[in-house]
């Protein structure tokens, strides 16, 4: 497939106080990476699999050390490919698992978790123990367990709660937690690097062999899409849905020695799946300080077919037409590799520090 070229930057580069000082002093060092963040976006993780495969693929490798990767949704699926063994192979099977995903009109949630969870089995195959015993890296897969009306099914019940939730997160993102709490699902062993969440109740949940694939499925549950998940195994009894309805991007309290470097769909760090159009609600700059963000830059997204990564408005624009969404959604792909080159050559030449602009 021909690559698009162009002499405009792909990647913008964002970064909080306490990491543009420590990367103006050090430049990027594989070695000072402790915690990687994976943000909710379903086929935008697609727009940036030759970033992850860079990161994944050729810098982190090149110091090895333990690391914690905190995912919401599609990043902890892209995470748990990370870590099931080679990165690389992993990532380039979930891209290609996620385009040939088809969802006729009139599908229901239940079909649509079914096929989920085929995909998810799929992906994984026997690796599981992989990815619980990965030596250089562990997961946390964040969960929403629902409250109130939240908690229903389906159908009027849980419409009603999703109105309740956008209506009262207009007012106060902190008052949601009447509909959610969060849960963090994360084997057993070294404290977490997190400093203290008490802005929602947080549930913190052994990561076994016994749940690792329903909180995964948890975690992409988007309420009225996909049924969310009652049987999480170690979890408080509940209905566990999407991680990103209460942490989209990760905007969380990040105790990082080093680095915490973000590959992210955008520049942007949203707290919330509700705060999207809310612009005056940002991550905070004192929980993010220490991160790097790396994304795709505005030259870069008016390059590609559509102007944009690939979304979730796709299965519609694309309707009754798989195929053509299929091949757009390769040709992202194919044109992420872009991204990922210009990252490694940032690192190697040192000019990432000449390119870095506040969060």
Known sequence: MVAIHTSAPALTLRAGSDAIAHLREHGLRAADVDIVPGAAGGPKALGINGLDQAVFGDFLPS???????????????????????????????????????????????????????????????DRDQRILHNPDYRLVIVVIRSRGLMARRGGLGLGLGLAGLIGTNLLSRRATGLFMERGLVYPRGADLPVGPLNDFTTHHVDLQADNLRAALLASAAIPMVLDGVTALPGAPDGVYRDGGMLDYHLDLPYQSDGIVLYPHFTDRVIPGWFDKPLRWRNGDPQRLRRLLLVSPSREYLASLPHGKLPDRTDFKHYLGDDAGREAYWRKAVAESQRLGDEFLELVETGKLVDRLQPL
């Open 63 to 125: 110091a090895p050390r333990p690391r914690t990767l905190i995912g919401a949704s599609i990043g902890s699926w892209r995470f748990a490919a990370i870590t099931m063994g080679d990165a690389r192979t992993g990532l380039s099977r979930l891209a290609e698992l996620y385009t040939r995903q088809r969802f006729p009109k009139g599908i229901t949630a239940k079909d649509v978790s079914h096929r989920c969870e085929q995909m998810l089995s799929e992906l994984l195959q």
